[in-house]
């Protein structure tokens, strides 16, 4: 009987941190909007919309990013200063993000 409580206890912890790593890990699926104030070979900075934190953060590319601009296939090189994306990825203990994907909205009116 003792044993069966040890392991109804180490079931529910173990099922319960389970639970707050998984709201953990959502937090950084959701989608992140910014405005791309440069790009340097596979880094964006970006300073997302609204503000969460104060500052900038900056976004890599990887050869597995896919890249869209109004939710058709695009390129790198439709990434400029000034455009506004969304990206969804994964967001690195350092703050970094890593894109899975990218879309750029919006069309001309972006400025260089």
């Not at 890249?67 to 703050?95: A, D, H």
């Amino acid at each position: 009987m003792k044993i069966a409580k040890q392991l109804v206890i180490v079931f529910s912890f173990v099922f319960f941190v389970s639970i707050a790593l998984d709201v953990q890990a959502e937090t950084h699926r959701k989608p992140l909007q910014g405005k791309v104030l440069s790009v340097e070979g596979d880094t964006l900075i970006v300073l997302p919309d609204p503000v969460p934190p104060p500052e900038p953060i900056k976004v890599t590319i990887i050869d597995q990013t896919k890249l869209t601009k109004n939710n058709q296939p695009s390129g790198k090189e439709e990434l400029k200063k000034g455009s506004s994306i969304t990206l969804n990825g994964t967001k690195l203990t350092t703050g970094e993000f890593v894109a899975k994907q990218i879309n750029i909205v919006g069309g001309s009116h972006d400025r260089e």
